[in-house]
C-alpha cells in the first residue's frame, strides 16, 4: 500500500467524522470492495483502524498516529475512541454478565412456574408475531424459508392453544403421594440394538463379500414390592431372536444382496424401520404374556420415521406399514387393559415447543432490543430448555404433539400425502390416527432433592405416553415420575456418553438396553461361525 493511500484513507475519515462502512469508504476512494478490504487491512496492521459492529453491519474508525502515542505514553487517553480494557476489570466483567445471565435463567423459571401454560402459549403468539412481522420487511430468500418455519410454528402454537393440548401444570413429584397403592407393582423394559459385519470369503482368488446387519430386542421384567426399596424374587429376561441361526431375515438383513441400488445411508435408514417393527412386536407379546403394570420402550412408542413421505419409497413400504400396525395393536391394547406404555426419549429432540415458550417468556422480558440470536442460543431445543426450568423431582405439564398439523402442513401437503398414501395401500385416515401421542419432561438427580446446577450436564428425558382423557395422562405423568423416582439410575459403562452424562432413568431401561447390545454381539459371533464352517468349505475366510 502506498503512503498516497494511507494519506487518502485518514482524510476520507477525517471529512466524514464518524465511522463508515466498508462499502462507504471504497464508494468515496473509487476502488472496488475487494482492492478497499484489502487496504483496510494494511491500515489495521499498523494499528490505525478498529472494527465496531453495529447491528448486521462492521463499521470502521480510524485511530490517527498521533492519539495512539498519547494512549501508549498515558497522555490524553480521553480522546481515545476505543480505550483498552483493563486487565483486572475482565474478572468483574465476566461476573456481571454471569449474573445477568443467571438471573435472567431464574425470571423464566419462575414465569414458567407461576403463570398457567395458556397464559405462556398467548405469549408465544405474540413473540411469533413480532418475529414475523420483522424478518417480512427483507425479501431474500433465506428470509423467506425463515418467514415460511415461524409462520408454520404460529400455526402449530395455535393449534395447541385452541384445542386445549396442554394438560396440567409443572408438579413436583414428592408432594403426590403414592399413585399405586398396591403391594405390587411389575416394571418392565425394552429396547432394540442394531450392528453390521462384512465378512470376506475368498472363492478361489476371487474375494466375495457378505454384508450382514444384524437386529436384536431385549427385555427385562422386574417385581417391586410397595415401597420400591427392594426388587421381590421375580425377574426375567427376555431376548430376541431367541434361536440366531433360525431367525431369518425378520432378525438378519443381508441388505446389500436384497438392495443392491440402496446407499449406505438408506439402508442403515431401512434398518432403522425395520428395528421399530421388531421391538414394538416384541412389546406387544410382552404385554399381553407377563402381568405388567408399566412397561418403558427405550424410544417413541409411535413409528421414528411417520413423515407420508416415507411410504413414497416401495422398499420402506412393509416396514413401515407393520409397523405402524404393531404401534395401534399396542395403543389399543393398553387402552383396554389400563396398562401403561411408556416411550423413553433419552435425547434432544426437534418439536421445540418448550423452547418457543421459553423464548417468548425472555423476550417479554428483555424487550424488543434483545439480540434474537441470543435468545435462541439460551433456549436451543426442548430438553435443554426443561434442564434449566424444571429443578430435581419436577415434572412439566403434558403437551399433545400435533404431528399432523405438523407434516400436513396446508392443502397442498395433504393433497401430496393422500396421493403417496394411497399408491402405498394406507388409508389416509387410518395414517392420521397413528400420530397422537402426549409428552412431558421429568428431571430426576441423585440425591433426591438437590437443585441441578445450570452449568452441569444433567439433562430430564422425555417421556411419550398413551391416554385417552385429561386425567388418564396426568394420573399416567405421576405414576410414570413416581416410578421413576424411586428406581432411577445414571448410565454406566458403555453407555455413558457426555450428551447424556447425568441423565436418570428407569433401571430397567439401562439393563434393557445392556442384554439388547450384549446379545446382538452374541449373535453376529454365533453367525460368523456358522458361515465360516458351513458356507466357505475349503476357501479361506
Known amino acids: ?46 494499528g490505525l483502524l478498529i472494527e465496531k459492529r453495529y447491528g448486521n453491519k462492521i463499521y470502521y474508525e480510524y485511530l490517527d498516529k498521533a492519539t495512539l502515542d498519547r494512549f501508549l505514553t498515558g497522555e490524553n487517553t480521553r480522546e481515545l475512541s476505543m480505550p483498552l480494557t483493563k486487565i483486572e476489570e475482565i474478572g468483574r466483567s465476566l461476573r456481571e454478565i454471569a449474573e445477568k445471565y443467571h438471573d435472567t435463567i431464574i425470571k423464566v423459571k419462575k414465569a414458567f412456574h407461576d403463570l398457567s401454560p395458556y397464559e405462556i ?44 393440548y396442554i394438560l396440567g401444570d409443572i408438579i413436583r413429584i414428592n408432594d403426590i403421594g403414592d399413585p399405586f397403592k398396591r403391594s405390587e407393582v411389575v416394571i418392565a423394559g425394552s429396547d432394540a440394538s442394531v450392528d453390521h459385519a462384512t465378512f470376506l470369503w475368498y472363492l478361489g482368488n476371487f474375494p466375495l463379500t457378505i454384508d450382514l446387519s444384524f437386529i436384536t430386542v431385549a427385555g427385562i421384567v422386574v417385581a417391586y414390592d410397595s415401597s420400591f426399596e427392594k426388587e421381590l424374587e421375580y425377574y426375567k429376561e427376555y431376548k430376541e431372536p431367541k434361536f440366531p441361526l433360525s431367525a431369518g431375515s425378520s432378525y438378519i438383513e443381508e441388505l446389500s444382496g436384497r438392495y443392491p441400488s440402496l446407499d449406505e445411508n438408506e439402508k442403515r435408514k431401512l434398518l432403522t424401520i425395520q428395528s421399530s417393527e421388531l421391538l414394538f412386536n416384541f412389546n406387544l407379546n410382552l404385554l399381553t404374556s407377563e402381568n405388567i403394570d408399566i412397561l418403558f420402550c427405550d424410544g417413541r412408542i409411535i413409528p421414528p420415521d411417520i413423515h407420508f413421505m416415507d411410504f413414497y419409497y416401495e422398499h420402506r413400504r ?3 406399514k407393520r409397523s405402524f400396525l404393531k404401534a395401534r395393536e399396542i395403543r389399543k391394547y393398553v387402552r383396554e387393559t389400563g396398562k401403561l406404555y411408556v416411550g423413553v426419549v433419552k435425547e434432544a429432540y426437534w418439536y421445540d415447543y418448550m423452547a418457543l415458550m421459553a423464548q417468548a417468556i425472555l423476550f417479554e422480558i428483555m424487550g424488543s432490543n434483545v439480540n434474537m440470536n441470543m435468545i435462541r442460543r439460551i433456549f436451543p431445543n426442548d430438553q435443554e430448555t426443561m434442564a434449566k426450568i424444571l429443578d430435581s423431582g419436577e415434572a412439566s405439564f ?28 394406507v388409508n389416509m385416515n387410518w395414517y392420521i390416527k397413528s400420530l397422537d401421542d402426549m409428552s412431558f419432561y421429568y428431571f430426576y438427580s441423585k440425591p433426591p432433592g438437590r437443585l441441578h446446577s445450570f452449568s452441569s450436564l444433567s439433562r430430564p ?3 411419550d405416553i398413551d391416554a385417552e382423557d385429561a ?9 410414570v415420575c413416581y416410578i421413576i423416582s424411586k428406581i432411577a439410575s445414571a448410565p454406566l459403562g458403555h453407555q455413558y456418553s457426555p450428551s447424556r452424562e447425568t441423565i436418570y432413568l428407569p433401571t430397567v431401561v439401562w439393563q434393557a438396553d445392556r442384554a439388547a447390545r450384549e ?22 475366510l
Open 1 to 46: 500500500m502506498t503512503k498516497l493511500s494511507e494519506i487518502r484513507i485518514r482524510k476520507i475519515f477525517k471529512e466524514a467524522g464518524r465511522p463508515l462502512t466498508i462499502e462507504e469508504i471504497a464508494d468515496r476512494l473509487g476502488y472496488s470492495i475487494r482492492h478497499t478490504r484489502r487496504l483496510l487491512r494494511k491500515v489495521s496492521e499498523k
Open 121 to 164: 402459549l398467548e405469549s408465544t403468539i405474540s413473540y411469533l408475531e413480532y418475529l414475523e412481522k420483522s424478518i417480512s420487511k427483507s425479501k431474500s430468500e433465506e428470509r423467506e424459508k425463515e418467514l415460511n418455519k415461524i409462520r408454520h410454528q404460529k400455526d402449530v402454537i395455535s393449534h395447541i392453544r385452541d384445542f386445549k
Open 318 to 320: 412393509p416396514y413401515l
Open 398 to 425: 403434558a403437551i399433545k404433539v400435533p404431528l399432523r398439523k405438523r407434516y400436513l402442513k396446508d392443502k397442498k401437503d395433504e393433497k401430496t400425502a393422500k396421493r403417496v398414501l394411497e399408491e402405498a395401500d
Open 461 to 463: 428425558a422425555r417421556y
Open 471 to 479: 386425567r388418564g395422562v396426568l394420573d399416567a405423568r405421576n405414576k
Open 519 to 540: 446379545w446382538v454381539n452374541t449373535v453376529k459371533t454365533q453367525i460368523f461361525h456358522y458361515l465360516r464352517s458351513t458356507l466357505a468349505k475349503g476357501g479361506r
